[in-house]
């Protein structure tokens, strides 16, 4: 059975093939196809760094249909992390490649390592801004505000 899931993309780090962050934000999201059909792409938005993080990043946001469940997803998710050459270390940190589940279309989901909704998007500009182009209307399963909702509430 499939589901549709909102993924949260972004870099602050060239990429030895890629480039830039906005040409690494952009191939991900090309990769991301690999793991189910993309059916909505956000333009890639600049965001002021975050955290310990140095660099400003490139932040997008694509919808995917996948016959994956949430956690297959997500180690798909972060193995394509990997291979853009993502490597462990600071929260919040200087890196190549994020991407985050943000919202299920099942509703929420809790497992080891994952929680849907993502716990703290709702106050991220970075992600909704993204986001509230191309799922403005998709509600929150906790709160029951849309995306837009919360995309103007977080300015």
């Known amino acids: 059975m499939s589901s549709t899931y909102l993924i ?17 934000v952009f191939a991900a999201m090309e990769e991301c196809a690999a793991l189910g059909t993309v059916t909505a792409r956000s333009a890639i938005l600049d965001s002021a760094p975050m955290g310990a993080a140095q660099r400003r990043f490139a932040n997008a946001a694509l919808v995917i249909e996948s016959d994956y469940d949430p956690p297959a997803l997500l180690a798909g998710l972060k193995r394509m992390e990997r ?41 991220r500009r970075f992600v909704l801004d993204p986001a509230a182009q191309i799922a403005p209307g998709w509600r929150d399963p906790l709160t029951g505000l849309s995306i837009q909702h919360l995309a103007v509430r977080a300015r």
Do not use: C
């Open 8 to 24: 949260a993309l972004g870099s602050n780090r060239r990429h030895h093939r890629f480039g830039g962050p906005r040409a690494v």
């Open 83 to 123: 291979e853009f050459g993502r490597r462990g270390g600071q929260r919040w940190g200087d890196r190549v490649l994020d991407l985050d589940i943000i919202l299920w279309s099942e509703g929420a989901h809790l497992s080891p390592g994952l929680t849907i909704p993502h716990p703290e998007y709702r106050g």
